[in-house]
Nanobody
Framework: QVRLVESGGGLVQPGGSLRLSCAAS????????MRWYRQVPGKEREEVAG???????TYVDSVNGRFIISRDNEKDTMYLQMNSLKPDDTAMYYC????????WGQGTQVTVSS
């Protein structure tokens, strides 16, 4: 059974940092590309960052230089280190396993506010 479990969200002040984790199980993690998405109520889900099976990262322009995506294939876990957080980063963050898995996690809330 495929599972993706996000953790690490919370409330942080502007300029602060958080590290999200996505623990995967039920599929061959090391051969699967992964992505982080985020969504705020009333808006479409937005891709934030992706990482290939080989560890090559991609980022949306709004987070490039502030967020770092990584993966640990020994732990079947993906991470998103978020630095210099802004109020606009407030959203529910989801991890996603690419094709052929095509699976979503349940999400973890990130709130950036003073």
């Amino acid at each position: 059974q495929v599972r993706l479990v996000e953790s690490g969200g919370g409330l942080v002040q502007p300029g602060g940092s958080l590290r999200l984790s996505c623990a995967a199980s039920g599929f061959y993690f090391r051969s699967t590309g992964m992505r982080w998405y985020r969504q705020v109520p009333g808006k479409e889900r937005e891709e934030v960052a992706g990482i290939s099976e080989g560890g090559v990262p991609t980022y949306v322009d709004s987070v490039n230089g502030r967020f770092i995506i990584s993966r640990d294939n020994e732990k079947d876990t993906m991470y998103l280190q978020m630095n210099s957080l802004k109020p606009d980063d407030t959203a529910m963050y989801y991890c996603y396993a690419n094709w052929p898995v095509n699976w979503w996690g349940q999400g973890t809330q990130v709130t950036v506010s003073s």
